[in-house]
């Protein structure tokens, strides 16, 4: 069993910025697509961002284009977002999530991710 396990979540003022790490628990080697998505108060979750096998391809979500961007470092099997210009409507419960591949919309259904992550909250305060 695959555990995603994620880091860097934390409180921010409106204009600040996050960067959220990502990396399998207990494995050495990792060819998956990568996805971002998050989860606010009484809300559906969302995706966010997904980056492809060699971080060629990546998409986001409308709300996050020109403030976040998706990396990923396979040296460390580990997938980033860095997220500037921070706004309160970011605050959610972000979540990562592996996917063996992904093609078309299917990059941006979580029905397409096998593991995911417990979560790792961003608050973002006016």
């Known amino acids: 069993q695959v555990r995603l396990v994620e880091s860097g979540g934390g409180g921010v003022r409106t204009g600040g910025s996050l960067r959220l790490s990502c990396a399998p628990s207990?494995?050495?080697?990792?060819?998956?697509?990568m996805g971002w998505f998050r989860q606010a108060p009484g809300k559906e979750r969302e995706f966010v961002a997904f980056?492809?096998?060699?971080?060629?391809?990546?998409n986001y979500a409308d709300s996050v284009k020109g403030r976040f961007t998706i990396s990923r470092d396979d040296a460390k099997n580990t997938v980033y977002l860095q997220m500037n210009t921070l706004k309160p409507e970011d605050t959610a419960l972000y979540y990562c999530?592996?996917?063996?591949?992904?093609?078309?919309?299917?990059?941006?259904?979580?029905?397409?991710?096998?593991?995911w992550g417990q979560g790792t909250q961003v608050t973002v305060s006016s």
């Open positions: 999530a592996a996917a063996p591949g992904c093609s078309g919309y299917g990059c941006y259904d979580q029905a397409t991710y096998d593991y």
């Open positions: 207990g494995r050495t080697s990792w060819r998956y697509v």
């Open positions: 980056i492809g096998f060699t971080g060629g391809a990546t």
